[in-house]
């Protein structure tokens, strides 16, 4: 469904991907793990336009999507929950919700894809009128992914979703993940909380200074020793 191949960014002069290489099936969960400044964010910024691309492609269901305008890159199915959740501070919960589904103009469809935002998240129907800077940092989490998802997405992206959060809304936040992937969604999660991540993907990669080093199974991965020395702190 997704596929970097050799994709190089800089910021300046800086190269913060050295040539990133993965894949991406349909109905996975593939998950990026790695240290602070590994390139994670980088490369889902790439993937979304956000960022020049030196060199390489990206490809989204066959077709080549390698610096297109990131308006035509959410417009083909992906969309971003980005890190630290970002959610317009004063705006209520509805507007955020809304403005999720500025690229649909259906008022119908609008309306069934919020009540299956607050199946997923009920918390947020209860909080509609209030503005999103008040919520508590799960609850941002929540909106910030469920604004995402009224964009229709086929792939969705995740930065950092367990940041800041204590440890039982993050299993709450990853139980929903998995949830929105059984429903249909594929799902590409970066995440420094190696452990959560790998116990809910399919396939992982591991990435240090802008080059992928591993690759294999989530499971595989999660009983390796080097990564259980270098990331699951065993
Ligand atoms: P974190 O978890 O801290 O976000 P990360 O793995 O997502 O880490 P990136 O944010 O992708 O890492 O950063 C990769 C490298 O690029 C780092 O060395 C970082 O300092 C650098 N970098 C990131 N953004 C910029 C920028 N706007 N200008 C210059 N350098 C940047």
Do not use: W
């Not at 936040?173 to 995440?191: A, H, K, P, W």
């Amino acid at each position: 469904m997704l596929k970097l191949n050799n994709v190089v960014t800089h910021y300046g002069n800086i190269q913060a991907l050295k040539g990133i290489s993965l894949e991406i099936n349909q109905g996975e969960i593939v998950t990026v793990i790695g240290a602070n400044g590994a390139g994670k964010t980088t490369t889902l910024k790439a993937i979304c336009g956000l960022v020049n691309i030196t060199s390489g492609k990206i490809y989204f269901q066959g077709k080549d999507i390698t610096d297109k305008p990131t308006s035509d890159i959410v417009g083909s199915g992906i969309a971003m929950v980005p890190e630290g959740r970002r959610v317009f501070p004063r705006m209520t919960v509805l507007e955020n919700l809304q403005l999720g589904a500025y690229l649909n103009g259906d008022k119908n469809q609008i309306n069934k894809d919020l009540e299956r935002v607050f199946e997923l998240f009920p918390i947020l129907k209860q909080r509609l009128k209030q503005v999103a800077g008040t919520l508590s940092g799960g609850e941002q989490q929540m909106l910030a992914m469920g604004r995402a998802l009224m964009a229709r997405p086929k792939l969705l992206l995740l930065d950092e979703p367990s940041m800041g959060l204590a440890p039982m809304i993050v299993s709450n936040i990853f139980d929903i993940i998995q949830e929105i992937n059984r429903s249909g969604t594929t799902i590409l999660l970066v995440e420094q909380n190696a452990h959560m991540a790998l116990s809910i993907a399919h396939k992982g990669y591991v990435i240090e200074t802008g080059k992928i080093v591993m690759e294999d199974t989530a499971d595989n991965l999660l009983h390796n020793e080097q990564v259980k020395k270098a990331y699951l702190g065993e």
